[in-house]
């Protein structure tokens, strides 16, 4: 079992940075791809980033493209979503998602363990 839990949401102004991160209990987290994804209000949910296992490969969605990297730290058990010159259109909750397998995956069907959510909110 692996249990997720997401921190360093919070209300940013447009053009600022924050990191999100995702971590992990479970002593196999090293082993699962790790994705994020948010959800705006009124919408649906929406892959963001993932990461693979090793941290080795990497994937984003075209709107955080060249503004957000992913990173993870296996001997502590964590991942990060580095979340640079923000805009408002950002603002959603964004989760972490863990999934067993290789390849790097977008569709949520794809995870097998969801954190709770972090709300990240912009301001113009």
């Known amino acids: 079992q692996v249990q997720l839990v997401e921190s360093g949401g919070g209300l940013v102004q447009a053009g600022d940075s924050l990191r999100l991160s995702c971590a992990s209990s479970?002593?196999?987290?090293?082993?699962?791809?790790v994705g994020w994804f948010r959800q705006a209000p009124g919408k649906e949910r929406e892959f963001v980033a993932a990461?693979?296992?090793?941290?080795?490969?990497?994937y984003f969605a075209n709107s955080v493209k060249g503004r957000f990297t992913i990173s993870r730290d296996n001997a502590k058990n964590s991942v990060y979503l580095q979340m640079n010159s923000l805009k408002p259109e950002d603002t959603a909750v964004y989760y972490c998602a863990a999934r067993m397998g290789v390849g790097l995956r977008t569709k949520e069907d794809e995870y097998d363990y969801w954190g709770q959510g972090t709300q990240v909110t912009v301001s113009s």
């Open positions: 990461i693979s296992w090793s941290g080795g490969r990497t």
């Open positions: 479970g002593r196999t987290f090293s082993t699962y791809a």
